[in-house]
């Protein structure tokens, strides 16, 4: 007869979180991006990056040398871009995370959902500004509280690991990008 | 840690044909191959797995050395949590207590500089960040290896504060031949911990020092005050050590003597900049009090009091010197044998040769060697410098091995004694003297008389010379400093010697908790009360005679 005991969930047990950030270099030209898996306990168990370069404006070149014309407009830019990116990181990735997390400046939650469309419960946090503390907004369908997601979330938020993973993730790709004009990194406006 | 990295595949999409006369000219989107990566980290509920050891190049493992500056290795250091998560009690690694404010303080030091005197007071827990700081430089695979340099008697007390600070950290201790230490050396291992003087042979005397062909990312110099001659063995060896980080751990304040002051920082500045360093550390006292400003970290206890607990206790594991070993081995089986010879054993003969046997562990008179009383000087050494007091209580009063033999050894400290043998005037009169005369640093009581109704609140620091069989007389006898009037927090320093009667009674006793958490106002001295009869004869492999 076995001796019971009482189990105490392991790290691995709580589940794992990707987090997903993506950065956009116009200096470059270049999106770079990385997805960083961690278990419950903030340790790292998987790093996957890329860039995708985008194409210049197209120029229409007359027999007189004029130029005119634009074939990709710096919106749709983005909305190729980011997806592209996003894409080949979730294939590249190995491991199958219970929850993957964003930045708002990622892009708007319809954005998100509709473009990157990711089959598993995707949230996307909100630093803390001014006065506002921090948020935890579900972008597809919030799970129920029952679910592996709603407990590793739950977790992360009460080891403080919302926004700090996403710094980490940012002196990663900074680490395996040096090249890039990471003095030039600006803001994306939103479409 | 491991790193590997993975493989990716590229694909790129939207090319433009060249038209003449007006052509649409355009790069193409561009993805790039993604690459990912595995990075291990240690499973806490399983400490005993295996690390991971990968002959991969690109792999980080126990055996690989990569160089800073290696992108691997890099990576793993940046994905892994923030020092501060680490050693919060934020529970990313689990610690057997919460790491107090300053010692999170001292941590951080200790990580993110690379030479550093940490010189809190004793007591406040400097053998704990030390750990600590390790531990978290692992996690983040900053570090691959790291020696710990301290006096033999306490390679044991930190092989168990690693097992209990950092017990996935593989610990090996390098003792014994020359060969085996020659092993030793060689085996896989986080940490590896070793004594003064056999560092020092494992340096100068062997050819080919198996010690200085390590590549160590840390060294620790436990009790540094052992290489404030610089022309010492010890000293000379310490330093060709070579390691990027260097941390000296003391209690005593160094700036007390710049002479020892200037080893030490000769010590902790050999990887940097020599030449001009050694030109500072030579110069006028001033210079070297400046130099000490840059490397040190000391905090004393009234610094940190509104965050120390008011009583904290430290079970002190000694290891015999080797003289005092071989009679202890040889007087624990003569004994067996005798009383397994006996026509007739009884409970009485079993407790005499235990009490023979603790005596030994106090004091061995063949050869002079006594563990215990080594590591009393050093900690009295240092607790006097802070200012402080101690009392120490033994259940032998003789001159061999119990309050005389104290009083004899601990003579510069001028102590007083209390034991039965005085008359309840002469009892009165030590403590009155205790008391009022500072000069005396430390009073020494037998704890059958001295273990209850004194006020000794002068004294802040407690050594159990011999353990007693009830705890709870042991506390009793605490309480004497740690009561209502004291001031400062109270020490507690109880011994157990390696391998021996006292750490077998240790075990079991602990096994009897709940026995004496109902008994913790039965302070009785009555051994009955606590172990049975078959207790007390399993302690030596004995079976109670029918």
Partial sequence: ?191 | MTLRPGIARSESIGAFRRVPAVSIETNRWVVERALRYDIGWFDYASADEPLESSGDSDSLGLNSVLPKGNLLRDLAVTLQPPIGALASGSNILEWPSPLLQYQREGVMALITRPALLLADSMGLGKTIQSIAALRILYHRSEIQSALVVCPAGLVAQWRSEFARWAPELTVVPVQGSSTERGRLWRVPAHVRLIGYETLRGDVLDVRDSPALRQTLDVVVLDEASRIKNGRSGIAVACKLLPAERRWALTGTPVENSLEDAVSILDFLVNNQSVGRHRAQITANGSDVKAQLRAYQLRRRREDVLPQLPSKRVNEITIELPPAQRAVYDRAEQDGIIQLTGRESTTIVHVLELISRLKQICNYDPASGESGKLADISERMTELVSQGDRALIFSQFVDDMFGIGRLAHHLKPYNPLSYTGSLTMQQRTDAVAKFLKNSDHKVLLLSLRAGGQGLNLQAASFVFHLDRWWNPAVEEQAESRAHRMGQTKPVTIYRYICANTIEERIDAKLREKRRIFQDAVDDATLDISKMLTESEVFGLLGLGKPR
């Fill in chain 1, 1 to 191: 007869m076995p001796v019971p005991y009482r189990r105490t969930p392991r790290a691995a047990e709580v589940g794992q979180a990707a987090y997903l950030d993506i950065v956009w270099l116009g200096a470059d030209r270049v999106f770079y991006g990385g997805l960083l898996i961690i278990d419950g306990k903030g340790q790292p168990l998987e790093f996957v990056h890329n860039q995708v370069a985008a194409p210049l404006e197209a120029q229409l070149i007359t027999s007189d040398e004029s130029a005119s014309g634009l074939l990709w407009p710096e919106r749709m830019v983005r909305q190729i871009g980011i997806p592209l990116l996003t894409h080949s990181l979730f294939d590249a990735c190995r491991r199958e995370p219970d929850l993957l997390v964003c930045l708002p400046t990622l892009g708007t939650p319809e954005f998100c959902s509709a473009e990157i469309a990711p089959s598993l419960p995707f949230a996307q946090v909100v630093p803390p500004q001014d006065d506002l503390p921090m948020e935890w907004n579900w972008i597809n369908t919030p799970p129920s509280s029952a679910m592996r997601a709603t407990i590793l979330s739950q977790e992360l938020v009460r080891r403080g690991f919302t926004i700090e993973p996403f710094e980490r993730l940012q002196d990663a790709l900074r680490l395996v990008y040096p090249q890039a004009s990471w003095n030039c990194l600006a803001e994306y406006d939103d479409a």
